[in-house]
């Protein structure tokens, strides 16, 4: 203010002085946020001087503080109802008269209806904010789901409320939105680009614990579980993961957030070297979706898809393994549309090659709604193309549905006994209606069949590349010269799910 003084007029010096007199707070406040935010622009330059080092401490030490004022924790509170144990109040009224100990005070009288119990339950994750004008905090779906009041705590102390969250439970995947100044936001980075074997920090606040850094590498990419209903390629980390560190960032040398941490392997419950994180590439277009939206859409194509081994692709006439195998079509969808059909082996989508299913529903779902793309599959041993139109994923995409005189036929040597269907077997087996095909009756312990997962009560429809509808049409494809060396069978059960299998001879 001295240098200020030599020549502003006293008149202006007086105004400027009440000004700051009246406005302090919110200036002092701009003020501090300004140095802040250059604090943090100038330790994350010479981050990237740091980056191109040998020297691994001071470059964890630089990454922790230039990712530390962009990390939250969120915490969650649920109003949760509960039942009385009438029986045991009723035990204690008709033997000893009065209320049992279970009973509230304002407990009804024998005979009359118990009231619930209402308890709050607290929960704890963690977030990152990758928005800082506009107060946008990443964490997980799980974090947040069913919250009754959501608070995001800073790292300097001070707590918001939450204006809303929107969430996406198909990737595990929320957003949450703050108002507050004086936030320090962290970039996303390209996960795509990231290696396994390269260094990362996990950052959050595991078991309660506030600004936790842990350290480790990449230990693979594109990881998936057995739930097959969510979308996922996780980036699996030897960075040291535990309860509270949901929502939290995985981060490069750079300080770019590469990942959010969402779940562990442990058979203990606790850290055991083995966390996954949704890839930020996966992160960037949810995100977006539920800022601008409030919902994710995704494209559907319509099949039901498989992964192939050595056996199924030989018996296919296929080139290789790496693709995705059509087992079912649904009737009226995009790929009906288009003409393709089960057997149909899928390599490539928009001009992107498919590795497996898994692959291929991810990228798939990521494709613009109404547009025409191009599936690359063989057919028959030969590679064809057709033009899809992408259509938006139903709602109900993963809900279950279903789909003359009995005679039976013995396969021995592939270790199963199948009757043609009728609509008992077909009640007996949990099918709406009697499907065509012929229902596996049953499965020798240890034999090939055994072994691909065939249980009783799966329907068989095809043999080869023919429809089998009856027990004696199943005999006849399983003693044909042709299938000395093996059978391709297809299977569904009465969930409605389809594949392809095949079964070696036993010897």
């Given amino acids: 203010m001295r240098a200020i003084t030599k020549w502003l007029p006293t008149g202006v010096l007086i105004a400027v002085v009440a000004y700051v007199a009246i406005d302090g707070p919110r200036i002092a406040g701009q003020i501090a946020h300004a140095v802040s935010k250059g604090e943090n622009q100038a330790q994350r330059e010479r981050l990237s001087v740091l980056a191109k080092g040998d020297t691994l401490s001071p470059l964890f030490v630089q990454v922790a503080q230039v990712l530390q004022p962009a990390v939250v924790e969120v915490r969650v509170t649920k109003k949760v109802t509960t039942k009385q144990m009438p029986d045991v109040d009723q035990f204690f009224q008709h033997f000893f008269g009065g209320e049992g100990p279970f009973a509230t005070p304002q407990a009804p009288g024998r005979g009359a209806k118990p009231k619930p ?65 004086g936030l320090i936001d962290a970039p996303l980075g390209n996960s795509d680009a990231a290696l396994v074997g390269d260094w990362v920090l996990a950052i959050g606040a595991p078991e309660g614990l506030d600004q936790t850094v842990t350290a480790g590498i990449i ?9 097959h209903k969510t979308y996922q390629s996780f980036i699996q980390t030897d960075a040291a993961i535990n309860h509270g560190n949901s929502g939290g960032p995985l981060v490069n040398m750079n300080g770019e957030v590469i990942g959010i941490n969402t779940a562990i392997v442990s058979e203990s419950g606790g850290n055991e070297g083995i966390g996954f994180a949704i890839p930020s590439n996966m992160v960037k277009s949810v995100m977006h979706q539920l800022i601008e939206k409030g919902k994710v859409t995704r494209g559907y194509l319509g099949v039901a898809i498989q ?21 079912s079509v649904t009737p009226e969808s995009p790929a009906a549309k288009a003409g393709l059909k089960p057997g149909d082996f899928i390599v490539a989508v928009a001009g992107k090659a498919v590795k497996d299913p898994n692959q291929l529903r991810n990228l798939v779902a990521g494709l613009d709604v109404g547009k025409g793309v191009p599936v690359d599959f063989y057919r028959d041993g030969k590679k ?45 087996y949990g099918y709406k209606t009697a499907p065509k095909g012929v229902v596996i009756t049953h499965v020798a312990p240890g034999s090939p069949a055994d072994d691909q997962g065939l249980k009783e009560g799966m329907v068989i429809t095809q043999v080869q590349d023919k429809d089998v509808d009856t027990a004696e049409q199943f005999e006849k494809a399983v003693s044909a010269p ?13 969930s409605g799910g389809a594949r392809f299998v095949f079964l070696s001879p036993s010897r």
Avoid: C
Wanted: no cysteine; glycine share 10%; charged share 20%.
């Fill in 482 to 494: 042709a299938a000395a060396g093996g059978i391709r069978v297809r299977v569904s059960d009465s």
């Fill in 307 to 327: 992964t192939v081994d050595e056996k199924l692709a030989k018996s296919f006439n296929l080139p290789g393994t790496n693709g995705a195998l059509v087992a």
């Fill in 384 to 428: 064809t193309s057709a033009n899809v139109t992408i259509e938006s994923q139903p709602a109900n995409l993963f809900a279950a549905g279903a789909m003359p005189e009995s005679s039976q036929a013995t396969a021995g040597k592939f270790g199963i006994q199948v009757q043609t269907m009728t609509g008992d077997l077909a009640q007996k």
């Fill in 219 to 227: 230990s693979a990419k594109g990881r998936v579980t057995d739930d």
């Fill in 117 to 181: 119990r209402e308890y709050i339950e607290r929960g704890l994750g963690s977030g990152v904010v990758v928005d800082a004008k506009n107060g946008y905090i990443l964490t997980n779906y799980h974090v947040v789901s069913g919250a009754d009041e959501t608070q995001v705590v800073l790292p300097d102390g001070r707590r918001l409320k939450v204006e809303w969250a929107r969430t996406d439970p198909m990737t595990d995947l929320a957003v949450v939105k703050v108002n507050s100044e």
